[in-house]
């Protein structure tokens, strides 16, 4: 019973002396105890548990206070209800308390103090447990012997919270996905830029090596997004090569995802940026065929109608949160600044780069000139919302699986293909210096329209890059199917690409990123690098 981790909310000390007692006659010593709901929600704020025990009224003899029912509602807004595995044992039961008490909140078992019973006390914990599958106690192991808290060390969220407390709530999260295993083998795999994990967990049970399962973890409200992104955008309309959510279990800071990835072995798999470093062209045509003609058709092909004029610079603002969605703060600022910790003056008209002839378009400048408010006829639908080299799996064969639908949701129809372009630019292709850089982008910036792709010399030193990104843009001509002409995508691209300025993982391309964003906003400012017609 060490695993078990209870709070006791109990006003009367012999009460409390009582439960302690009988707690610790069967094995449970880690208890944290409150003598009213402020204090029980203070201990939740900084201290993992799995099990509360809960008197109903807070004040000695008063049979009308139902503080204890109020703690239970505040467990549920809390979406740990079923995490803090409520228990009601209370001198002052009756049926319509009971009624609420099993309907509404989760709760395992309504005692009677009179008498009181240690062995229904235990029972009802045992059965919280059951029901959550944490009655086992599997034996796991991570890769290289690495102890559990490098997991998330290196989450910025995570360094928030105290390790013995994050701890036994991922093992409890690992436990509930995976009921009735003994063991289970860890492997850390490549996570993207949202601040979760991604796991393979290979489970026992008894003699049986289990199915391995993909694993997301991450920070609790983050996860639960997912879950219901996934539930509504992907369970019934995603083609058939996508991961299918078999389990979901959330905690007081975590939460986690299970994924099987339906229809091919986990082994088999790799991710898009491994695949796209090993394979030719024509494998990566392949895989790009099957990411955008099948994974993702019905997406596509369910567009929003009718096709109507929205300001796209709205539309990626709240898609890639640079205006944050609950708090409406702008992180325009934090792009410039760190465009600018590039070693790229921003505060002038013209951008100029080490290394480079001439000067660019300052995307800052011409933002502002349009006051953020750029107008098209577009297209919405359901979009991945992000769609880069991690967060896509592919089989040697060249089909398709998607991961991570944190930010999936309605969007701008090109929104998933200018990000998976900017991942290939950004982090799966690398030049020797800024010039070469230049070239490579003139180069795609001389595409006239979105079905007249580049065609870069067979020795070309990013042949590769190039044309994946060319085939890239007619698969996207495909579904959007009006207008060929290229403004509507460098836009989206522009937006995309000053987007990367903020996250970490690029803090050594910002002067490539801010080059592209420069010639690209140079061409939508009528002319720069533009194709002649």
């Known amino acids: 019973m060490k695993s078990v981790r209870v709070l006791v909310l109990e006003d009367e000390e012999e009460w409390r002396s009582t439960i302690r007692m009988a707690l610790a006659d069967h094995g449970i010593t880690y208890v944290q105890f409150a ?17 509360a025990i809960i008197d109903i009224s807070m004040r000695r003899g008063d049979p009308k206070d139902s503080q204890g029912m109020d703690f239970l509602r505040l467990l549920k807004e809390r979406y740990l209800d079923t995490v803090v595995n409520p228990i009601i044992l209370s001198a ?48 796991i192991t991570v890769e290289d012997e690495q102890p559990l808290p490098t997991l998330w060390s290196s989450f910025t969220w995570a360094q928030r919270e105290d390790p013995k407390q994050l701890e036994p709530e991922l093992y409890d999260l690992l436990r509930r996905l995976f009921k009735g295993a003994d063991s289970l083998f860890i492997t850390q795999l490549k996570a993207g830029q949202s601040g979760a994990g991604i796991l393979e967990v290979e489970p026992t049970y008894g003699a049986q090596v289990g199915e391995p399962m993909v694993i997301k973890f991450g920070k609790a409200i983050t996860i639960r997004q997912e879950h219901e992104n996934y539930t509504e955008h992907i369970e019934k309309y995603v083609g058939n090569h996508s991961s299918t959510q078999l389990n979901y279990a959330s905690g007081r800071v975590m939460g986690a995802i299970c994924y099987s990835l339906l229809g091919t072995e986990l082994s088999a798999l790799e991710s898009f940026g491994d695949y796209y470093v090993r394979r030719d062209l024509e494998q990566i045509k392949k895989s790009m065929d099957n990411l955008f003609r099948v ?32 708090t409406k703060e702008s992180r325009w600022d934090e792009i410039w600044q760190n465009g600018q910790a590039a070693g790229v003056d921003l505060t002038q008209d013209r951008l100029r780069f080490p290394g480079l002839e001439g000067d660019f378009a300052n995307p800052k400048r011409w933002l502002e000139g349009q006051n953020f408010r750029i107008f098209r006829s577009v297209w919405r639908c359901v ?49 020797r210096d800024l010039k070469a850089y230049h070239a490579f982008e003139s180069l795609l910036l001389s595409q006239p ?43 989206a691209l ?40």
Request: glycine residues 6%.
């Open 35 to 51: 003598t009213n709901p402020d204090e029980a929600e203070a201990l939740l704020d900084s201290i993992y548990f799995n099990i």
């Open 92 to 139: 002052y039961g009756n049926v319509e308390r009971a009624r609420i008490a099993f309907g509404e909140y989760e709760v395992i078992d309504f005692l009677s103090k009179a008498p009181f019973d240690d062995k229904q006390l235990m029972a009802a914990i045992h059965r919280a447990l059951g029901k959550q599958g944490m009655d086992r106690h599997p034996i």
């Open 295 to 326: 994974t993702c058709k019905r997406w596509y092909n369910n567009k929003e109608q009718p096709r109507s004029r929205r300001n796209l610079v709205k539309l990626y603002e709240e898609g890639l949160h640079i205006i944050h969605p609950q």
């Open 383 to 431: 979009t991945h919302g992000d769609l880069n080299e991690r967060n896509i799996m592919v089989t040697p064969d060249g089909r398709t699986w998607l991961i991570d639908f944190y930010r999936t949701g309605m969007g701008h129809i090109l929104r998933d293909v200018v990000e998976l372009e900017t991942a290939i630019k950004f982090s799966l292709t690398h030049f």
């Open 449 to 491: 329209r979105m079905d007249q792709p580049p065609a870069p010399e067979a020795q070309h030193p990013q042949h590769k890059a190039i044309a994946t990104i060319g085939y890239m843009r007619t698969l996207a001509d495909n579904f959007t199917g009006v207008d060929k002409e290229m403004s509507e995508y460098y836009i």
């Open 494 to 533: 522009l937006l995309q690409t000053l987007n990367l300025l903020r996250l970490d993982g690029f803090q050594t391309r910002r002067q490539q990123i801010l080059l592209s964003a420069a010639m690209v906003c140079g061409w939508l400012q009528g002319g720069e690098s533009r194709p002649e017609r």
